[in-house]
């Protein structure tokens, strides 16, 4: 007999992992920016910094939503397709910002 809960093993896995992973990395570039000589503007952080972590948190839900047991191919792929909407209007705010 199977755990109630089995079929989202290798769902807590990725998820706990990677959000671990991504802590990690946030430590590392706090540590890296109050190093620096020159402080970054506030401007250049949301132009260049803020993508990188959004980068991310976008693969780990992606990976997240694949990994979850849908009863159907349906929910995913509507989860999917808004992920991949919000990522092209969040790419069109962070090339805006590049620019400036």
Same mark, same amino acid.
Not at 32 to 43: G, V
Not at 51 to 64: C, E
Not at 76 to 94: K, M, R
């Given at each position: 007999?199977?755990?109630?809960?089995?079929?989202?093993? @290798?769902?807590?896995?990725?998820?706990?992992?990677?959000?671990?992973? #991504?802590? =990690?990395?946030?430590? !590392?570039?706090? &540590?890296?920016?109050?190093?620096?000589?020159?402080?970054?503007?506030?401007? @250049?952080?949301?132009?260049?910094?803020?993508?990188?972590?959004?980068? #991310?948190? =976008?693969?780990?839900? !992606?990976?997240? &939503?694949?990994?979850?047991?849908?009863?159907?191919?349906?929910?995913?792929?509507?989860?999917?397709?808004?992920?991949?909407?919000?990522?092209?209007?969040?790419?069109?705010?962070?090339?805006?910002?590049?620019?400036?």
């Amino acid at each position: 007999m199977n755990p109630p809960l089995s079929e989202w093993q @290798s769902f807590y896995v990725i998820v706990g992992s990677s959000g671990a992973a #991504l802590i =990690g990395i946030q430590f !590392v570039v706090m &540590t890296l920016i109050a190093n620096m000589r020159e402080r970054p503007t506030a401007d @250049s952080l949301s132009a260049f910094g803020t993508p990188t972590v959004v980068h #991310l948190a =976008g693969a780990l839900l !992606v990976s997240a &939503t694949m990994s979850a047991p849908w009863p159907s191919l349906f929910p995913p792929s509507v989860a999917l397709v808004i992920c991949g909407l919000g990522g092209l209007a969040y790419g069109t705010v962070v090339i805006h910002r590049a620019r400036r």
